[in-house]
């Protein structure tokens, strides 16, 4: 998973709202040990041969690159149960998405998660599209950026819960996740100044 990794605060107000979470039934807690607070730009799935060649990458885009303001929009959940914070679709975030997205598909070989091939025909028509050319469905007008505080069983009525915090913030830095079940960040692999 390339993505953003929130200031500081913010991470601190994700972990302490997933653990509010986490006692309605939360599948992970995050704690930025084993689980980090992340906003994606694209999750998909690359040969171990190629993380070389991508952080290479990411290096350069992030150093030609300059810190993001992200507008915090509302709180949101799905259908599959996870709960989070949306981000306004911004030109200079969605730049930096399509940049990491362009530069780095290449680099999957066509590889495409096998999560995302079992549950294929529960995405529309053109999320579908996107994980045949990106291994990820969430791109380009599909993209929502968002931090997950959890996956639940049951999201009903958890949004009135949450506090009424803004997680607006500055983006400095971008990272190299490894992630695991429920699109979990888990480890960092390397992290990047955005122009440094």
Known sequence: NIAIAPAPNISKAAIKISKLLASNGGLFVLDNKHYYPHITLYMTEFPTKNLGSIKQILKDISSNAKPIELFFSNYRKNSRGYIGASFKRTKELLK????????????????????????????????????????????????????????????????????????????????????????????????????Q
């Open 96 to 195: 930096l998405h399509k940049e990491v997205v362009l530069a780095l598909n290449p680099l999957r070989e066509g590889l495409v998660r096998e999560n995302d091939i079992a549950k294929i025909l529960e995405f529309s028509k053109a999320r579908q599209k996107n994980i045949k050319l990106y291994g990820y469905d969430a791109v380009h007008e599909q993209f929502i950026p968002h931090l997950t505080f959890t996956k639940l069983k049951d999201v009903k009525n958890m949004l009135i819960k949450l506090s009424k915090f803004n997680f607006s913030f500055r983006a400095k830095e971008i990272a190299v996740f490894q992630t695991a079940e429920h699109g979990t960040c888990v480890k960092i692999l390397a992290r990047y100044k955005l122009g």
